[in-house]
């Protein structure tokens, strides 16, 4: 009984060695996975300067763009339950993809110029509402947007598809760049205390100089976990009385990452890349745990 033991224990580990018995696991693809944002301009609408298209509206996100001299814009959208995203407008000339975070329902789009640049007071240069149903609620958090800007050769999508590289699903993708950021980048605290109003991060950037706060912390992991094809959404709000920005992501595998972050494959699982950065396990799970993270704004 013990001889015939010791042979199946040897032919199990012969067989394993040899790609027998137990099923090999095969990585996940990792190439990377851009959407792209466009202006068709099958649903458009232009007033002066300003040019609003939402002919993708249903992919969650619309386009918008300001050809003006005016050097104080803003671009707000109104969601269904009210709530006014405002965007300091940059780029001109060119579009840019906003998010469409409110859900299904009646959006207003609204461009304002500053009426002189010296005031804080404006005027309506375009002005439309309509009716929005997104075809797929992960969509606004794949995409690339204001706030979560990246393209097909940013580098940090190319080093995302690196750390993907054997994954063999995506909760393994989501854990490597989880370390990844925390691990190597560092909170700017000069930043933080200099940072001025309408700051927009650049996912590149907070990659080359491997320093960064909160928005940056969250938009680098935001951008990566998206180029991946994992809806990841860039929330803004309050931890306790602190303004932060943190992330939550969606996948459907089951486990953990730490031993903290659980995924259930059920629910979107917030991450908190900037505490964990250069804190203890246990000190993360404390501060986690002993504060409620209330979301004001989703990107």
Known sequence: GLRFAALCAAFLITSEAWGYGAAKVEARDATAKVLIPSAPGTQAFSSGAASLDISNASQGYVMMKYSGSNPKVKFRITTPAGVNYTYTVSGYGSYMAY???????????????????????????LSQSAPVTIANSFSPFLYPNYYVNFNASSACVKKASSLAQNCAGDLDVVDEVYHFVTGNIVYDNNKAKTVQPGYVPAPDTTLATGAGICFDYASLMSAMLRSQGIPTRLEVGYVGNLYHAWISCYITDVGWVDGIIKFDGKNWTLMDPTMAAGQSAADLQKFMTGNTYAVKYLY
Do not use: H, Q, R
């Open 99 to 125: 998010p469409l975070s409110g859900g299904n329902g009646n959006y207003t789009f609204t461009v304002f110029e500053a009426i002189s640049a010296k005031d804080n007071l404006y005027s309506t240069a």
